[in-house]
Protein backbone atom coordinates (compact mmCIF):
# COMPACT_ATOMS: atom_id res chain seq x y z
CA UNK A 1 0.00 0.00 0.00
CA UNK A 2 2.72 2.51 1.01
CA UNK A 3 4.40 1.88 -2.75
CA UNK A 4 1.17 2.71 -4.32
CA UNK A 5 0.83 5.96 -2.05
CA UNK A 6 4.11 6.67 -3.34
CA UNK A 7 3.65 6.66 -6.96
CA UNK A 8 0.44 8.52 -6.64
CA UNK A 9 2.44 10.93 -4.90
CA UNK A 10 4.51 10.99 -7.98
CA UNK A 11 2.02 11.28 -10.30
CA UNK A 12 -0.22 13.99 -9.07
CA UNK A 13 2.96 16.15 -8.60
CA UNK A 14 2.36 17.53 -12.56
CA UNK A 15 -1.30 17.19 -12.10
CA UNK A 16 -1.40 19.78 -9.15
CA UNK A 17 1.91 21.64 -8.93
CA UNK A 18 -0.05 24.20 -10.02
CA UNK A 19 -2.47 25.16 -7.32
CA UNK A 20 -1.99 25.78 -3.94
CA UNK A 21 -2.67 22.00 -2.18
CA UNK A 22 -2.45 20.66 1.63
CA UNK A 23 -1.25 17.43 2.00
CA UNK A 24 -3.60 15.30 4.48
CA UNK A 25 -2.72 12.05 6.05
CA UNK A 26 -5.74 9.66 7.69
CA UNK A 27 -4.08 7.97 10.40
CA UNK A 28 -6.60 4.75 11.08
CA UNK A 29 -7.15 2.36 13.33
CA UNK A 30 -6.55 4.92 16.62
CA UNK A 31 -8.21 4.15 20.29
CA UNK A 32 -11.35 6.30 21.34
CA UNK A 33 -11.02 8.49 24.02
CA UNK A 34 -7.77 7.70 24.70
CA UNK A 35 -6.51 11.82 24.04
CA UNK A 36 -3.36 11.71 26.43
CA UNK A 37 -2.10 8.37 25.21
CA UNK A 38 -2.23 9.57 21.34
CA UNK A 39 -0.93 12.82 22.17
CA UNK A 40 1.92 10.76 23.85
CA UNK A 41 2.06 8.72 20.74
CA UNK A 42 2.43 11.15 18.19
CA UNK A 43 4.89 13.35 20.44
CA UNK A 44 7.15 10.52 20.51
CA UNK A 45 7.46 10.42 16.53
CA UNK A 46 7.66 13.87 16.78
CA UNK A 47 4.52 14.78 15.57
CA UNK A 48 3.02 18.34 17.27
CA UNK A 49 0.05 19.02 15.79
CA UNK A 50 -3.28 16.45 14.57
CA UNK A 51 -7.03 16.99 14.77
CA UNK A 52 -8.78 14.11 16.19
CA UNK A 53 -12.59 14.15 18.14
CA UNK A 54 -12.48 11.93 20.90
CA UNK A 55 -15.03 9.69 19.36
CA UNK A 56 -12.97 9.47 16.51
CA UNK A 57 -11.05 6.47 15.47
CA UNK A 58 -8.64 8.27 13.13
CA UNK A 59 -6.75 11.56 13.18
CA UNK A 60 -5.32 13.75 10.60
CA UNK A 61 -2.47 15.12 10.15
CA UNK A 62 -1.92 18.39 7.52
CA UNK A 63 1.23 19.15 6.21
CA UNK A 64 2.76 21.54 3.42
CA UNK A 65 4.93 19.19 1.24
CA UNK A 66 4.54 15.45 0.22
CA UNK A 67 7.94 14.80 1.76
CA UNK A 68 6.80 15.60 5.11
CA UNK A 69 3.25 13.74 4.33
CA UNK A 70 5.89 10.80 3.33
CA UNK A 71 8.13 11.11 5.89
CA UNK A 72 5.28 10.83 8.52
CA UNK A 73 3.62 7.86 7.12
CA UNK A 74 7.04 6.23 7.37
CA UNK A 75 7.31 6.93 10.92
CA UNK A 76 3.70 5.72 11.67
CA UNK A 77 2.21 2.56 9.82
CA UNK A 78 2.90 -0.57 11.31
CA UNK A 79 3.66 0.79 15.11
CA UNK A 80 1.35 -0.28 17.70
CA UNK A 81 -0.57 2.18 20.42
CA UNK A 82 -1.87 0.01 22.67
CA UNK A 83 -3.50 -2.92 21.24
CA UNK A 84 -3.99 -1.30 17.55
CA UNK A 85 -1.83 -1.17 15.00
CA UNK A 86 -2.09 1.97 13.23
CA UNK A 87 -2.35 2.83 9.34
CA UNK A 88 -2.28 5.58 7.23
CA UNK A 89 -3.83 7.06 4.01
CA UNK A 90 -2.78 9.69 2.18
CA UNK A 91 -4.68 12.73 0.18
CA UNK A 92 -4.69 16.10 -1.38
CA UNK A 93 -6.82 18.91 -0.96
CA UNK A 94 -6.46 22.17 -2.72
CA UNK A 95 -6.20 24.73 0.12
CA UNK A 96 -8.90 26.86 -0.88
CA UNK A 97 -11.31 24.48 -0.47
CA UNK A 98 -9.99 23.42 2.75
CA UNK A 99 -10.40 26.68 3.87
CA UNK A 100 -13.68 27.24 2.51
CA UNK A 101 -15.36 24.90 4.53
CA UNK A 102 -14.77 26.90 8.08
CA UNK A 103 -16.07 29.75 6.22
CA UNK A 104 -19.99 28.97 6.96
CA UNK A 105 -18.46 28.60 10.92
CA UNK A 106 -16.90 32.00 10.93
CA UNK A 107 -20.17 33.78 9.98
CA UNK A 108 -21.97 32.18 11.98
CA UNK A 109 -19.47 33.17 14.97
CA UNK A 110 -19.60 36.47 13.25
CA UNK A 111 -23.23 36.88 13.40
CA UNK A 112 -23.33 35.69 17.14
CA UNK A 113 -21.06 38.03 17.91
CA UNK A 114 -23.21 41.20 16.49
CA UNK A 115 -26.22 39.69 17.15
CA UNK A 116 -26.76 38.51 20.69
CA UNK A 117 -30.50 37.82 19.89
CA UNK A 118 -29.56 35.37 17.72
CA UNK A 119 -28.47 31.86 18.24
CA UNK A 120 -25.43 30.45 16.30
CA UNK A 121 -25.84 26.79 14.72
CA UNK A 122 -22.26 25.96 16.56
CA UNK A 123 -22.46 27.74 19.58
CA UNK A 124 -24.97 28.76 22.24
CA UNK A 125 -26.29 32.22 23.01
CA UNK A 126 -23.99 34.85 24.00
CA UNK A 127 -24.51 38.21 25.01
CA UNK A 128 -20.98 39.37 25.37
CA UNK A 129 -20.17 42.13 23.43
CA UNK A 130 -17.13 41.41 21.02
CA UNK A 131 -14.95 43.46 22.99
CA UNK A 132 -15.91 41.01 26.18
CA UNK A 133 -15.21 38.02 24.21
CA UNK A 134 -11.98 39.60 22.98
CA UNK A 135 -11.14 40.08 26.38
CA UNK A 136 -12.28 36.29 27.71
CA UNK A 137 -10.43 34.90 25.06
CA UNK A 138 -6.84 36.17 24.92
CA UNK A 139 -6.81 36.56 29.14
CA UNK A 140 -9.50 33.75 30.19
CA UNK A 141 -8.69 34.57 33.85
CA UNK A 142 -8.99 37.84 33.64
CA UNK A 143 -11.82 37.56 36.01
CA UNK A 144 -10.40 36.06 38.74
CA UNK A 145 -8.25 38.03 41.61
CA UNK A 146 -4.60 37.93 41.04
CA UNK A 147 -4.06 35.70 44.03
CA UNK A 148 -6.53 33.32 42.93
CA UNK A 149 -4.70 33.17 39.59
CA UNK A 150 -1.23 32.51 40.74
CA UNK A 151 -3.03 29.70 43.16
CA UNK A 152 -4.38 28.21 40.00
CA UNK A 153 -0.95 28.28 37.98
CA UNK A 154 0.81 26.56 40.96
CA UNK A 155 -1.73 23.65 41.45
CA UNK A 156 -1.21 23.16 37.85
CA UNK A 157 2.44 23.01 38.48
CA UNK A 158 2.15 20.18 41.16
CA UNK A 159 0.61 18.25 38.27
CA UNK A 160 2.84 18.50 35.84
CA UNK A 161 5.37 17.18 38.79
CA UNK A 162 3.05 14.38 39.76
CA UNK A 163 2.48 13.51 35.95
CA UNK A 164 6.07 12.92 35.23
CA UNK A 165 6.16 10.73 38.08
CA UNK A 166 3.35 8.78 36.97
CA UNK A 167 4.73 8.67 33.49
CA UNK A 168 8.14 7.34 34.07
CA UNK A 169 6.45 4.27 36.53
CA UNK A 170 4.42 3.57 33.24
CA UNK A 171 7.29 2.88 31.27
CA UNK A 172 6.83 -0.50 28.98
CA UNK A 173 9.75 -2.38 29.63
CA UNK A 174 10.83 -1.77 33.13
CA UNK A 175 13.74 -3.72 34.21
CA UNK A 176 14.58 -4.22 37.91
CA UNK A 177 17.59 -2.46 37.32
CA UNK A 178 15.69 0.33 35.67
CA UNK A 179 13.69 0.79 38.30
CA UNK A 180 16.91 0.79 41.01
CA UNK A 181 17.40 4.28 38.82
CA UNK A 182 13.88 5.03 39.84
CA UNK A 183 13.47 4.66 43.55
CA UNK A 184 12.39 8.30 43.86
CA UNK A 185 9.68 6.97 41.50
CA UNK A 186 8.17 4.33 43.79
CA UNK A 187 8.48 5.01 46.63
CA UNK A 188 5.64 5.10 49.40
CA UNK A 189 3.92 8.23 49.11
CA UNK A 190 0.47 9.66 49.21
CA UNK A 191 -1.01 9.77 45.73
CA UNK A 192 -1.66 13.68 45.72
CA UNK A 193 2.20 13.87 47.34
CA UNK A 194 4.54 15.07 44.78
CA UNK A 195 8.26 13.81 44.11
CA UNK A 196 10.36 16.65 44.96
CA UNK A 197 9.95 19.91 46.61
CA UNK A 198 7.69 22.58 45.57
CA UNK A 199 8.25 26.00 46.67
CA UNK A 200 5.91 28.23 46.59
CA UNK A 201 4.42 30.59 43.06
CA UNK A 202 6.69 33.61 42.07
CA UNK A 203 3.49 36.20 41.06
CA UNK A 204 4.34 38.83 38.57
CA UNK A 205 4.85 42.50 39.77
CA UNK A 206 3.11 43.76 36.97
CA UNK A 207 -0.19 42.64 36.08
CA UNK A 208 -2.08 45.20 33.75
CA UNK A 209 0.10 46.25 30.68
CA UNK A 210 3.08 44.19 31.13
CA UNK A 211 3.89 42.56 27.59
CA UNK A 212 6.71 44.62 25.76
CA UNK A 213 6.11 42.56 22.38
CA UNK A 214 2.08 42.09 20.80
CA UNK A 215 1.86 41.23 17.49
CA UNK A 216 -1.25 42.23 15.93
CA UNK A 217 -3.40 41.37 12.96
CA UNK A 218 -4.87 43.53 10.44
CA UNK A 219 -7.63 42.50 8.61
CA UNK A 220 -11.73 43.51 8.91
CA UNK A 221 -13.99 43.82 12.06
CA UNK A 222 -17.18 43.00 12.38
CA UNK A 223 -18.49 45.89 10.43
CA UNK A 224 -16.03 44.84 7.68
CA UNK A 225 -13.99 47.73 7.99
CA UNK A 226 -10.42 47.94 8.16
CA UNK A 227 -9.18 46.89 11.97
CA UNK A 228 -5.87 45.89 13.62
CA UNK A 229 -5.95 43.94 17.05
CA UNK A 230 -6.66 40.44 17.56
CA UNK A 231 -8.56 37.46 15.40
CA UNK A 232 -11.61 36.89 17.80
CA UNK A 233 -11.29 33.54 17.33
CA UNK A 234 -8.94 30.64 15.45
CA UNK A 235 -7.92 30.85 12.28
CA UNK A 236 -8.09 26.99 11.57
CA UNK A 237 -11.67 27.18 12.79
CA UNK A 238 -12.01 29.94 9.69
CA UNK A 239 -12.46 33.06 11.52
CA UNK A 240 -10.83 35.94 10.15
CA UNK A 241 -12.70 38.53 11.80
CA UNK A 242 -10.46 41.48 13.93
CA UNK A 243 -11.12 43.49 16.90
CA UNK A 244 -9.15 46.25 17.97
CA UNK A 245 -7.76 45.56 21.54
CA UNK A 246 -8.24 48.73 23.63
CA UNK A 247 -10.27 46.40 26.24
CA UNK A 248 -7.32 44.04 26.48
CA UNK A 249 -5.78 43.59 29.98
CA UNK A 250 -2.69 42.81 29.42
CA UNK A 251 -1.62 44.95 26.05
CA UNK A 252 0.31 47.98 27.24
CA UNK A 253 -1.33 51.56 26.50
CA UNK A 254 1.66 52.06 23.95
CA UNK A 255 1.13 49.40 22.23
CA UNK A 256 -2.92 49.88 22.28
CA UNK A 257 -1.74 53.86 21.04
CA UNK A 258 0.09 52.45 17.83
CA UNK A 259 -2.84 50.24 17.57
CA UNK A 260 -5.09 52.62 16.73
CA UNK A 261 -3.10 54.79 14.80
CA UNK A 262 -2.29 52.12 12.15
CA UNK A 263 -5.76 51.35 12.10
CA UNK A 264 -6.68 54.74 10.84
CA UNK A 265 -3.38 54.75 8.65
CA UNK A 266 -4.84 51.54 6.73
CA UNK A 267 -8.38 53.15 6.86
CA UNK A 268 -7.02 55.89 4.58
CA UNK A 269 -4.83 53.99 2.81
CA UNK A 270 -5.64 53.13 -1.11
CA UNK A 271 -4.37 49.56 -0.21
CA UNK A 272 -6.71 46.84 0.74
CA UNK A 273 -6.03 45.15 4.60
CA UNK A 274 -5.00 41.56 3.77
CA UNK A 275 -7.56 38.79 3.22
CA UNK A 276 -6.46 35.68 4.59
CA UNK A 277 -8.65 33.43 2.82
CA UNK A 278 -8.40 34.78 -0.90
CA UNK A 279 -4.80 35.82 -0.31
CA UNK A 280 -5.03 39.42 -1.69
CA UNK A 281 -4.53 42.77 -0.17
CA UNK A 282 -1.67 44.42 1.35
CA UNK A 283 -1.52 45.10 5.01
CA UNK A 284 -0.99 42.33 7.18
CA UNK A 285 0.88 42.64 10.64
CA UNK A 286 2.10 44.99 13.08
CA UNK A 287 4.37 44.03 15.35
CA UNK A 288 5.23 46.51 18.31
CA UNK A 289 7.41 46.00 21.32
CA UNK A 290 7.70 48.75 23.92
CA UNK A 291 10.36 48.46 26.00
CA UNK A 292 10.59 49.86 29.66
CA UNK A 293 13.58 51.77 28.35
CA UNK A 294 11.15 53.49 26.81
CA UNK A 295 12.04 52.84 23.20
CA UNK A 296 9.70 51.44 20.75
CA UNK A 297 9.81 49.51 17.29
CA UNK A 298 7.21 48.99 15.13
CA UNK A 299 7.40 46.19 12.05
CA UNK A 300 4.76 46.61 9.52
CA UNK A 301 3.97 43.57 7.32
CA UNK A 302 2.97 44.39 3.83
CA UNK A 303 1.88 41.82 0.70
CA UNK A 304 3.71 43.61 -2.24
CA UNK A 305 2.90 41.11 -5.20
CA UNK A 306 0.38 43.32 -6.64
CA UNK A 307 2.22 46.27 -6.54
CA UNK A 308 4.72 48.09 -8.50
CA UNK A 309 8.86 49.12 -6.61
CA UNK A 310 7.88 52.41 -7.41
CA UNK A 311 4.25 51.85 -5.48
CA UNK A 312 6.75 50.50 -2.73
CA UNK A 313 8.99 53.16 -2.59
CA UNK A 314 6.39 55.88 -1.70
CA UNK A 315 4.59 53.33 0.48
CA UNK A 316 7.80 53.73 2.53
CA UNK A 317 8.23 57.34 2.25
CA UNK A 318 4.31 57.98 4.14
CA UNK A 319 4.63 55.68 6.45
CA UNK A 320 8.18 57.48 7.46
CA UNK A 321 5.95 60.93 7.27
CA UNK A 322 3.23 59.44 9.02
CA UNK A 323 5.07 57.99 12.12
CA UNK A 324 7.50 60.37 12.62
CA UNK A 325 4.92 62.89 13.14
CA UNK A 326 2.58 60.81 15.62
CA UNK A 327 4.50 58.61 17.59
CA UNK A 328 8.09 58.84 19.67
CA UNK A 329 9.09 55.72 17.67
CA UNK A 330 12.36 54.69 18.34
CA UNK A 331 12.46 52.39 15.00
CA UNK A 332 10.56 51.41 12.16
CA UNK A 333 10.54 48.51 10.11
CA UNK A 334 8.95 47.00 7.50
CA UNK A 335 8.54 43.20 6.54
CA UNK A 336 7.42 42.22 2.73
CA UNK A 337 6.09 38.72 2.63
CA UNK A 338 4.20 37.48 -0.20
CA UNK A 339 3.92 33.85 1.44
CA UNK A 340 0.62 32.13 2.82
CA UNK A 341 1.49 31.54 6.29
CA UNK A 342 0.52 34.68 8.84
CA UNK A 343 2.26 36.21 10.99
CA UNK A 344 5.90 37.84 11.06
CA UNK A 345 8.57 35.64 9.80
CA UNK A 346 12.23 35.32 9.47
CA UNK A 347 11.74 34.68 5.47
CA UNK A 348 10.43 37.99 4.89
CA UNK A 349 12.40 41.27 3.46
CA UNK A 350 13.05 43.03 6.40
CA UNK A 351 13.98 46.73 6.12
CA UNK A 352 14.85 49.61 8.09
CA UNK A 353 12.62 52.74 7.53
CA UNK A 354 13.92 54.86 10.84
CA UNK A 355 16.33 54.05 13.57
CA UNK A 356 18.76 51.24 13.70
CA UNK A 357 16.20 48.42 13.77
CA UNK A 358 16.76 47.93 17.49
CA UNK A 359 15.48 48.69 20.95
CA UNK A 360 17.24 48.00 24.12
CA UNK A 361 15.83 46.56 27.32
CA UNK A 362 17.36 46.54 30.95
CA UNK A 363 17.36 43.87 33.04
CA UNK A 364 18.65 43.20 37.03
CA UNK A 365 21.33 46.37 35.61
CA UNK A 366 22.08 45.22 32.47
CA UNK A 367 21.10 46.49 29.06
CA UNK A 368 20.31 44.73 26.03
CA UNK A 369 19.92 45.27 22.36
CA UNK A 370 16.61 43.38 20.70
CA UNK A 371 16.08 43.03 17.09
CA UNK A 372 13.15 42.01 15.33
CA UNK A 373 13.03 38.64 15.26
CA UNK A 374 15.30 38.36 18.46
CA UNK A 375 13.19 35.98 21.57
CA UNK A 376 13.19 38.41 24.37
CA UNK A 377 10.64 37.44 27.46
CA UNK A 378 7.92 39.56 27.20
CA UNK A 379 7.28 40.42 31.07
CA UNK A 380 10.69 42.31 32.10
CA UNK A 381 9.84 42.61 35.80
CA UNK A 382 8.49 39.13 36.43
CA UNK A 383 11.62 37.88 34.16
CA UNK A 384 14.09 39.55 36.86
CA UNK A 385 12.13 37.75 39.54
CA UNK A 386 13.00 34.10 37.52
CA UNK A 387 16.15 35.15 36.43
CA UNK A 388 17.04 35.73 40.20
CA UNK A 389 15.21 32.45 41.38
CA UNK A 390 17.40 30.71 38.77
CA UNK A 391 20.88 32.16 39.70
CA UNK A 392 19.75 31.30 43.23
CA UNK A 393 19.20 27.65 41.99
CA UNK A 394 22.74 27.82 40.36
CA UNK A 395 24.62 28.03 43.66
CA UNK A 396 28.28 28.58 42.61
CA UNK A 397 29.10 30.68 45.63
CA UNK A 398 29.16 26.83 47.56
CA UNK A 399 31.30 24.82 44.84
CA UNK A 400 35.06 24.15 45.09
CA UNK A 401 35.62 23.62 42.08
CA UNK A 402 35.89 25.96 38.48
CA UNK A 403 32.46 26.68 37.54
CA UNK A 404 30.83 27.03 34.30
CA UNK A 405 27.80 27.79 33.24
CA UNK A 406 26.18 26.16 30.03
CA UNK A 407 23.54 28.27 28.80
CA UNK A 408 21.28 26.06 25.80
CA UNK A 409 19.06 27.99 23.87
CA UNK A 410 20.89 31.11 24.98
CA UNK A 411 19.09 33.51 22.52
CA UNK A 412 20.28 36.94 22.97
CA UNK A 413 22.44 35.83 26.08
CA UNK A 414 20.20 37.13 28.76
CA UNK A 415 21.00 34.37 31.25
CA UNK A 416 24.06 33.65 31.11
CA UNK A 417 24.92 37.75 31.02
CA UNK A 418 23.17 38.28 33.84
CA UNK A 419 24.80 35.17 35.97
CA UNK A 420 27.89 35.84 34.14
CA UNK A 421 29.41 37.90 37.69
CA UNK A 422 28.72 34.13 39.71
CA UNK A 423 30.74 32.09 37.28
CA UNK A 424 34.24 31.56 36.35
CA UNK A 425 33.02 31.42 32.57
CA UNK A 426 30.01 30.70 30.52
CA UNK A 427 29.24 28.54 27.54
CA UNK A 428 26.44 29.56 25.62
CA UNK A 429 24.97 27.35 22.67
CA UNK A 430 22.15 28.49 19.90
CA UNK A 431 21.51 26.75 16.66
CA UNK A 432 20.01 30.30 15.51
CA UNK A 433 22.92 32.92 13.94
CA UNK A 434 21.23 35.71 14.36
CA UNK A 435 20.77 35.32 17.89
CA UNK A 436 24.32 34.94 18.78
CA UNK A 437 25.20 37.54 17.01
CA UNK A 438 23.34 39.72 19.60
CA UNK A 439 24.34 37.50 22.32
CA UNK A 440 27.95 38.65 21.71
CA UNK A 441 27.07 42.12 20.96
CA UNK A 442 24.97 42.11 24.29
CA UNK A 443 27.96 40.39 26.38
CA UNK A 444 30.37 43.40 24.76
CA UNK A 445 27.79 46.36 25.58
CA UNK A 446 27.64 45.08 29.17
CA UNK A 447 31.96 44.32 29.86
CA UNK A 448 31.33 40.54 30.58
CA UNK A 449 34.42 38.86 29.44
CA UNK A 450 33.94 35.43 30.50
CA UNK A 451 31.54 34.47 27.99
CA UNK A 452 31.78 32.49 25.12
CA UNK A 453 28.92 31.74 22.28
CA UNK A 454 28.50 29.45 19.85
CA UNK A 455 26.47 29.15 16.61
CA UNK A 456 25.36 25.19 17.24
CA UNK A 457 23.30 22.79 17.46
CA UNK A 458 23.93 21.67 21.28
CA UNK A 459 24.61 18.51 20.79
CA UNK A 460 27.77 19.12 18.11
CA UNK A 461 29.41 21.37 20.67
CA UNK A 462 28.51 19.93 23.67
CA UNK A 463 31.75 18.28 24.17
CA UNK A 464 33.10 21.90 25.13
CA UNK A 465 33.03 20.64 28.79
CA UNK A 466 33.66 16.76 28.09
CA UNK A 467 36.67 16.97 28.95
CA UNK A 468 36.99 19.00 32.18
CA UNK A 469 37.65 17.19 34.91
CA UNK A 470 37.85 19.78 38.35
CA UNK A 471 34.48 21.71 37.04
CA UNK A 472 31.45 22.25 38.32
CA UNK A 473 29.09 22.79 35.08
CA UNK A 474 25.28 23.60 35.08
CA UNK A 475 23.27 23.58 32.80
CA UNK A 476 19.90 25.91 31.81
CA UNK A 477 17.69 24.88 29.25
CA UNK A 478 15.21 28.15 28.00
CA UNK A 479 14.05 26.30 25.38
CA UNK A 480 10.99 27.38 22.63
CA UNK A 481 7.37 26.89 23.68
CA UNK A 482 7.40 22.88 22.21
CA UNK A 483 10.76 21.89 24.48
CA UNK A 484 14.09 20.23 22.26
CA UNK A 485 14.71 17.83 20.10
CA UNK A 486 15.33 14.46 21.95
CA UNK A 487 19.00 14.70 20.77
CA UNK A 488 19.92 17.62 22.98
CA UNK A 489 18.61 16.04 25.49
CA UNK A 490 20.39 12.38 25.31
CA UNK A 491 23.84 14.96 25.06
CA UNK A 492 23.22 16.63 28.42
CA UNK A 493 22.63 13.15 29.43
CA UNK A 494 26.04 11.44 28.45
CA UNK A 495 27.57 14.65 29.42
CA UNK A 496 28.73 13.60 33.21
CA UNK A 497 30.22 16.44 33.99
CA UNK A 498 26.90 18.14 34.35
CA UNK A 499 25.28 17.17 37.41
CA UNK A 500 22.19 19.74 37.60
CA UNK A 501 19.93 20.94 34.70
CA UNK A 502 17.79 23.71 35.43
CA UNK A 503 14.89 23.46 32.94
CA UNK A 504 12.83 26.54 32.59
CA UNK A 505 9.29 25.39 30.46
CA UNK A 506 7.09 27.86 29.33
CA UNK A 507 4.54 24.57 28.36
CA UNK A 508 5.04 21.55 30.75
CA UNK A 509 2.64 19.35 29.15
CA UNK A 510 4.84 19.97 25.51
CA UNK A 511 7.76 19.66 27.37
CA UNK A 512 6.94 16.36 29.39
CA UNK A 513 8.75 14.31 27.10
CA UNK A 514 12.18 16.12 27.77
CA UNK A 515 11.44 15.72 31.43
CA UNK A 516 10.71 12.10 30.57
CA UNK A 517 13.36 11.49 28.91
CA UNK A 518 15.79 13.38 31.51
CA UNK A 519 14.89 11.02 34.24
CA UNK A 520 14.21 7.69 32.71
CA UNK A 521 16.22 4.63 33.41
CA UNK A 522 20.04 3.94 31.30
CA UNK A 523 19.68 2.56 27.95
CA UNK A 524 21.76 2.22 24.90
CA UNK A 525 19.44 4.84 23.48
CA UNK A 526 19.75 7.27 26.57
CA UNK A 527 23.39 7.03 27.94
CA UNK A 528 24.04 8.16 31.53
CA UNK A 529 23.17 8.15 34.82
CA UNK A 530 19.42 9.66 35.13
CA UNK A 531 18.85 13.02 36.72
CA UNK A 532 15.55 13.15 39.11
CA UNK A 533 13.64 16.45 40.41
CA UNK A 534 15.12 18.17 43.55
CA UNK A 535 12.60 20.90 43.31
CA UNK A 536 10.09 22.93 41.38
CA UNK A 537 8.33 26.21 41.12
CA UNK A 538 5.79 28.12 39.29
CA UNK A 539 6.94 31.86 38.12
CA UNK A 540 3.93 33.97 36.69
CA UNK A 541 4.94 35.59 33.55
CA UNK A 542 1.53 35.64 32.17
CA UNK A 543 -0.99 37.28 34.10
CA UNK A 544 -4.78 36.64 33.02
CA UNK A 545 -3.72 33.84 30.73
CA UNK A 546 -3.78 30.18 31.38
CA UNK A 547 0.11 30.02 30.90
CA UNK A 548 3.27 30.09 33.66
CA UNK A 549 6.70 29.52 33.62
CA UNK A 550 7.83 26.22 35.94
CA UNK A 551 11.20 26.24 36.24
CA UNK A 552 12.48 22.23 37.17
CA UNK A 553 15.90 21.68 39.26
CA UNK A 554 17.19 17.95 37.94
CA UNK A 555 20.17 16.62 39.53
CA UNK A 556 22.13 13.30 39.03
CA UNK A 557 21.18 10.84 40.36
CA UNK A 558 23.72 9.46 43.31
Not at 212 to 220: L, P, V
Not at 354 to 376: D, W
Not at 533 to 545: Q, S
Request: proline share 4%; net charge positive.
Amino acid sequence: MFKFIQSFLGHSRSAMSTNNVLHRVKVVNLPTRESAAIKKFFQAHEITKFKKAPQWNYAYLTFASEEEATAAMRKLNGQLLKKYTIGTEYSQIKEDEFRNRFQARAKAVADSASDSSSVSSVEEQDNRTPAERLLDQVTPLHALKYEDQLQKKHKQGIRHIRNLRKKLAKLPGLTDEGKNQLTWVFEDRKEDEPPCTIEDAIGSPEIYGYRTKCEFSIGKDLNGDPSVGFLLGSYRDGVTTVIEPSATVHVPDTAKAIAASMEAYVKQSAFPVYDRVARTGVWRTLMVKAQHTGEVMMVIQMRTLDLTPQQVEQEKQRLVAYWQARHKVTTLLLQQWNGDSNGMTERGDTQVLIGTGYVHEKLLGYKFRISSSAFFQVNTAATEKMYQKCAEWCNFEASQKATTLLDLCCGCGSIGITVAKNVDRVIGIEMISDAIDDARYNAQLNHVTNVQYYANKVEEKIDIVSNERNEDVVAVLDPPRSGVHNSVIMAVRGSPQIQKVIYISCDAKQAMQNFIALCRPTSNRYQGIPFKPKRAITIDLFPHTDHAELMIEFERIQ
